[in-house]
């Protein structure tokens, strides 16, 4: 895994701690930097106990520029809804579940610094996800996070919205094998709880190769750039 992989996941697991013991500060939504950036950097802005207004930088450290990612993923998402309407009216008595990757496919973890927390959702991602929850379709998610990241992980993705059936981090010994071995065995798992996965959903081949899903959808990893 990268510094940058784990600098974010430290990132988040400080902002969990501080929101936990009440320190974690009130921010009002992040305006991003206008589309051709090489560095994409803008302002948020922090109201401290005194209600002081502070300007804090915020910096992706991608260099994939915010914009352009936002119409990418809507133009992978925006098919799903179809399917997942048709899908969902020829259920067949099955109990439906859709799998879900976390960072930068739920959660827009790459362009938020740790200090805003609870992390943004992707919001296409979440507009589907609560569109097949409504229709009676589990979500899951299954995440490369470790173990330690679980509580505040799912902490994050309820507040911000999601549905949780069931969240799947890393343990130990998971840690030693390849993420998308893994992943795979999660479905399975899934699956042998009676669900059939009509949709998988990541960023990274890892988080789709092997099956047990119907259809997957892939968003935009730009090379490896968005983790």
Request: aromatic share 8%.
């Amino acid at each position: 895994m990268s510094a940058r992989s784990w600098g974010r996941r430290l990132g988040v697991t400080t902002a969990a701690v501080a929101a936990t013991l009440g320190m974690a500060a009130t921010t009002t939504p992040v305006a991003h930097a206008a589309t051709g950036s090489a560095t994409p950097t803008a302002t948020r802005t922090v109201t401290g106990s005194t209600g002081t207004a502070t300007a804090l930088p915020t910096i992706n450290p991608s260099g994939v520029d915010y914009d352009t990612w936002q119409r990418d993923v809507k133009a992978v998402i925006d098919p799903a809804f179809p399917y997942v309407k048709q899908r969902t009216e020829n259920a067949a008595g099955q109990k439906q579940a859709i799998v879900l990757d976390i960072d930068n496919t739920s959660l827009e973890t790459d362009f938020h610094l740790f200090l805003k927390y609870p992390t943004p959702a992707v919001r296409q991602v979440l507009q589907l996800a609560q569109y097949a929850h409504a229709r009676g379709v589990a979500i899951f998610f299954v995440t490369a996070r470790p173990d330690i990241l679980d509580l505040p992980t799912r902490y994050n993705l309820e507040k911000v919205g999601f549905p949780v059936q069931g969240l799947y981090v890393r343990h130990l010994p998971d840690l030693f094998d390849e993420k998308s071995e893994f992943k795979t065995a999660k479905r399975a798992e899934i699956e042998a709880k009676g669900y059939t996965i009509i949709a998988n959903i990541g960023n990274n081949t890892s988080d789709l190769v092997g099956g047990h899903a119907e259809r997957t959808y892939k968003l935009p990893d730009y090379g490896g750039k968005l983790s």
